[in-house]
């Protein structure tokens, strides 16, 4: 009774109503409208749940899940239980709503990790095989179809013919007799084919007369001649309803057989949709979801911008004020709060709100309000709100209170004397939140101030939390005599003499009736008087009541301070982040672009080196060449090569005949001459001699070559390297392909394995014969990416029967 009355309160069912438009289908509307709220926490845990995954499942999908087809076939499975006979229409919203349960299904499938979901749908059956033949018998129209049975196929094929054989006729005699027929048209009238007469010229066509026109002038005359024709057609019809309906009843009886599951389908479907309208209500209302927490284990109630979900949907859709949002911070010790205020200042909202966030989490909708969520779990919430005056039953608005707050007591003795007598319960005292309006009021003052004392005592004993308002000044000392009671105010602006909504935590409300009446302009002396008559100390209680407010306040700004303070520094970070973000991609684009120069000085080199050698491969070689070219690399590696750092001593001392490694360009050479006292050697690799410096060789195991010790001024010669690597420009069976007598096509993947190889230049004999060959490889070398150039051998080496190809 008072659980009802609760409800009807808080205005529940307006919340049911807002949630069923969020439903899919009309099972999970009608489910929403009618929302049951859990018994127990474990109920409430696994709605939440439900919630969650279909929240996370709507924010992974695009389009949102989908139930399309389902319909809420629940009486036509009940009339086929009953072996009645279901409609065309019946049987086809059974098979659609077969097909979209399995969708809905195999969506959830596709997401594994949504464990609820799939528990929920892993016993679903959806008879495909049902499905299948429900739209073998019937089509989109809720028709039977021609093809359900042979017989229907037989009786629909005489029908045809006999309706044609009819009409045939029937334009037969209205060519013959066209100047007493009213209109050249075939009609019907009920069942029977029938021509308009003209009603003087009736006995022109003999026969029957199924209806008259509103004036009187038009018959509609069924023509003697087709009366046995439709006699054969009535009779035909009849056979033909008859065997529609022995169609339908095997259907019906085949879904029949399967009810049971079918019924399960719908509860399935029905707890998919009204997850799906919760979570959607959810978003909607940018909830959050809550936990549930145990006020034994010394957690708090943390409920910041907390938003009333009526006034949210009236705002949107109604016009209405902007809402202003609770913060509902409670400790755990704390039993029973009392909020006092002004009228209209927002303390019956501040109910109502935690009130129906307290039934939503536990019907496992997410709370309007800030993330953390955490709140109990509360066995009931028991609520006296708003006056009940009752003329019929001569109740005054303190008599209405006092019964409602009897029933109260008495549901709360009842939670207690179970919790006693179940041993496994462990929820003593009941877990039970009480809200109550104006505790006390419609009577005299001081018995009523005495009455909200006990029974918000008794309440703190017997009851989880208790949420109470008032206007009464003794129940702000509560606080001061039982820690289990805390004090809240609604905030007052006495500039503009009106309530702000705003909920201040551990003041207590001051009295502003005298603070407004002379604002309003009531005689001074008056209100000096009523001064008088309150005494010195409610005076001396608001002065140090407002001392409080304004300290607050003074602390409220400081906190608005620190926090923009907070965000300018955020903000200076993410700038600063940014700034060397863009410095660093900035100095990662120049080390690319000296990493092209280098790579692009060293191609230059390498040609220039590859001309030198060419050079000395025309002809026999003779001393003074070796010489232009060594002085011509000196020039080179002098240009390119930039002047190596200081090398440390090592040890190693080249001696004549030593095989040594020159590292710059990676071969190795003979010593011919220990080094001097500039520390230069003569080494000689290949038909070339070269001298370098001792920083510049190492021996064979990697050892590097001891400098020497004497100082000595810098040369003005530059250190000369040796040539780079002369087997690219030296004609070598390695680097020599040799293609004649073959295809092109054989040619092209034997020179595209050559390139790949190669490191330098290939030798390409190809013949002269017809020429087919030498163009199919010019036209490869052309395209092929690693190719920089290709020419014609020197005549010594086969001229145009061979090709040179430089590879990059």
């Not at 709503?97 to 959830?108: S, Y």
């Not at 007591?409 to 929820?427: C, F, K, Q, V, W």
Request: charged share 25%; with cysteine.
């Amino acid at each position: 009774m008072i659980q009802s009355e609760t409800l009807e309160l808080l205005e529940w069912s307006r919340l049911c109503q807002h949630l069923s438009t969020f439903a899919a289908t009309k099972l999970g509307a009608i489910a929403a409208r009618h929302l049951r709220i859990p018994a127990t926490q474990s109920q409430s845990e696994d709605l939440l749940v439900q919630t969650k995954e279909v929240y996370e499942l709507e924010s992974r999908l695009g389009t949102g899940l989908s139930f399309d087809g389902i319909q809420d076939i629940g009486d036509s499975l009940e009339r086929a239980q009953l072996q009645g006979i279901l409609t065309g229409d019946e049987l086809l919203a059974i098979a659609t709503t077969l097909a979209g349960t399995r969708n809905v299904r195999r969506v959830i499938d596709n997401h594994p990790d949504l464990t609820i979901l799939n528990e929920l749908v892993a016993d679903l059956r959806t008879y495909p095989e049902l499905e299948q033949e429900i739209h073998r018998c019937i089509d989109e129209r809720g028709q039977v179809t021609d093809r359900a049975s042979q017989k229907l196929t037989e009786i629909r094929t005489s029908l045809r013919q006999l309706r044609s054989q009819i009409t045939q006729k029937l334009q037969n005699i209205l060519q013959v007799k066209a100047n007493a027929v009213q209109e050249q048209i075939i009609t019907q009238r009920g069942d029977r084919f029938v021509i308009p007469v003209k009603a003087p010229q009736k006995d022109a066509i003999p026969g029957i007369v199924h209806d008259t026109s509103s004036s009187g002038a038009t018959l509609y005359v069924e023509p003697n001649s087709i009366v046995p024709l439709g006699n054969q057609l009535r009779q035909l019809v009849r056979r033909e309803q008859i065997e529609e309906e022995a169609i339908r009843r095997i259907i019906t009886q085949q879904v029949a057989a399967v009810t049971p599951d079918l019924e399960r389908l719908l509860a399935i479907v029905t707890t998919l949709d009204l997850a799906l309208a919760k979570a959607r209500y959810s978003l909607w209302l940018k909830a959050n979801p809550p936990r549930f927490i145990k006020r034994e284990e010394n957690e708090s109630i943390t409920l910041r911008q907390l938003r009333h979900p009526l006034l949210e949907w009236q705002h949107h859709h109604e016009q209405g004020h902007p809402v202003v949002p609770v913060d509902l911070l409670i400790q755990p010790q704390i039993r029973v709060v009392t909020i006092t205020g002004p009228n209209t200042g927002g303390k019956t909202v501040t109910l109502k709100t935690l009130g129906l966030a307290v039934l939503m989490a536990k019907v496992g909708l997410f709370v309007p309000a800030r993330e953390p969520v955490e709140l109990p779990w509360f066995d009931k919430v028991l609520a006296d709100i708003g006056d009940e005056q009752s003329l019929q039953q001569n109740l005054s608005t303190f008599s209405g209170h006092i019964r409602r707050i009897s029933r109260i007591l008495e549901a709360i003795d009842e939670e207690e004397t179970r919790g006693h007598g179940d041993e496994e319960n462990n929820s003593f005292p009941p877990s039970s939140l009480i809200l109550l309006d104006e505790v006390g009021a419609g009577t005299d003052p001081a018995e009523g101030s005495a009455l909200a004392i006990s029974l918000l005592q008794y309440l703190a004993d017997h009851a989880l939390l208790t949420i109470a308002t008032t206007h009464f000044g003794e129940l702000k000392a509560l606080k001061y005599q039982d820690e289990r009671f805390e004090n809240a105010s609604v905030e007052f602006d006495e500039s503009t003499l009106s309530p702000t909504y705003r909920l201040l935590w551990g003041i207590p409300g001051r009295s502003n009736a005298l603070t407004i009446a002379r604002r309003l302009g009531l005689k001074l002396e008056v209100v000096e008087q009523a001064k008088t008559q309150l005494g010195g100390a409610t005076d001396e209680v608001n002065q140090v009541i407002a001392g409080l407010e304004a300290q607050r306040r003074r602390q409220e700004t400081k906190a608005e301070q620190a926090q923009d303070l907070l965000q300018q520094a955020e903000r200076l970070y993410k700038e600063v982040s940014a700034k060397a973000t863009a410095l660093e991609e900035r100095e990662q684009g120049l080390r690319a672009s000296q990493e092209v120069a280098v790579q692009q000085a060293i191609t230059q080199a390498k040609g220039e080196v590859a001309q030198v050698i060419r050079r000395l491969q025309q002809g026999k070689p003779t001393a003074q060449d070796a010489q232009q070219a060594t002085n011509a690399l000196n020039q080179i590696a002098g240009k390119f090569i930039p002047e190596p750092p200081p090398k440390p001593k090592v040890g190693f001392i080249p001696k004549v005949g030593d095989r040594i490694r020159i590292p710059k360009l990676g071969q190795t050479a003979e010593v011919l001459t220990a080094p001097d006292e500039d520390g230069e050697l003569t080494v000689r690799f290949g038909i070339m001699k070269m001298t370098v410096k001792l920083e510049d060789v190492e021996s064979l195991d990697g050892q590097k070559a001891e400098s020497v010790v004497k100082p000595k001024a810098m040369s003005t010669t530059a250190s000369v390297p040796s040539a780079p690597q002369p087997t690219l420009a030296i004609r070598t069976s390695q680097n020599t392909v040799d293609l004649r007598g073959r295809r092109v096509s054989d040619a092209e993947f034997i020179l595209d394995k050559a390139i790949s190889e190669a490191t330098g230049s290939v030798w390409i004999i190809h013949g002269h014969g017809t020429g087919k060959l030498r163009q199919g490889v010019h036209s490869f070398l052309h395209q092929h990416p690693r190719v920089s150039r290709y020419e014609a051998a020197e005549q010594a080496d086969g001229g145009t029967g061979v090709t040179i190809a430089y590879v990059k």
